[in-house]
């Protein structure tokens, strides 16, 4: 599975949006883009996912790029439960372990 | 549908103990994980399952273990609980389908002392 690269934290104003960058240039063609959130001291819970084509779900948007070496997790209006780890992992659909591996992640925070 | 249940919640142990976190799911999922969570630290997988019966190991598998006799459970079992294994673990579960949504329960605070 290729690997991501995530800034380190990041702020955002409330109401406005959030756009989280992730940069996987190793990515095969085959490999999915999976966004993940931790609200502190809760599980982790599932965002969006996307191969090749923007997406959209009542969370968020992701944007994948052309060339499939970065994308950008987009939250219209972030509000302050939006406060979070976020991950961005990329992963072969082929696996048959279904696992995802976690790397540090963005911290977000939204600020009144 | 409670989705994925994680007991106990919080636990104290000493060093060189023994004790088994459980974790049972009710969405009739195949694929269920084990995930430790150090402070400030990102997720380690520790074993996963894809089916009654099989399991693998992870990226941290040391010191623990893990049995899976049926669909619903997976508990996982510390034999000599050591100072490094104070940590956050999560379980979760998923279809395993191309989707990748993981179901994670609330966690297990676990500290050795």
């Known amino acids: 599975d290729a690997k991501t690269t995530q800034p380190t934290s990041m702020d955002c104003a409330e109401g406005r949006a959030a756009n989280l960058p992730c940069n996987h240039s190793t990515i095969s063609g085959n490999e999915y883009v999976y966004w993940y959130r931790q609200i502190h001291s809760q599980g982790p819970q599932y965002i969006i996912h996307g191969l090749k084509n923007n997406e959209t779900n009542e969370m968020a948007s992701l944007i994948i790029t052309e060339d499939r070496k970065s994308s950008t997790l987009i939250l219209p209006h972030a509000t302050l439960r939006d406060t979070a780890v976020y991950y961005c992992i990329v992963r072969a659909p082929t696996s048959n372990t279904g696992k995802l591996i976690f790397g540090q992640g963005t911290t977000l925070q939204v600020k009144p | 549908n409670a989705g994925v249940t994680q007991t106990p919640k919080f636990r104290i142990l000493k060093i060189g103990q023994s004790m088994t976190l459980q974790c049972a799911q009710d969405m009739n999922h195949n694929y269920m994980y084990w995930y430790r969570q150090d402070p400030g630290m990102g997720l380690k997988l520790i074993y996963y399952?894809?089916?009654?019966?099989?399991?693998d190991k992870g990226e941290v598998p040391n010191g623990y273990n893990v049995s899976r006799s049926t669909t619903e459970d997976f508990p996982l079992r510390l034999e000599l609980a050591a100072p490094s294994q104070t940590s956050v673990y999560f379980c979760?579960?998923?279809?395993?389908?191309?989707?990748?949504?993981?179901?994670f329960g609330e966690g297990s605070r676990l500290t050795v002392l």
């Open positions: 399952s894809v089916g009654a019966g099989i399991t």
């Open positions: 979760a579960s998923s279809f395993g389908t191309n989707t990748g949504e993981l179901f």
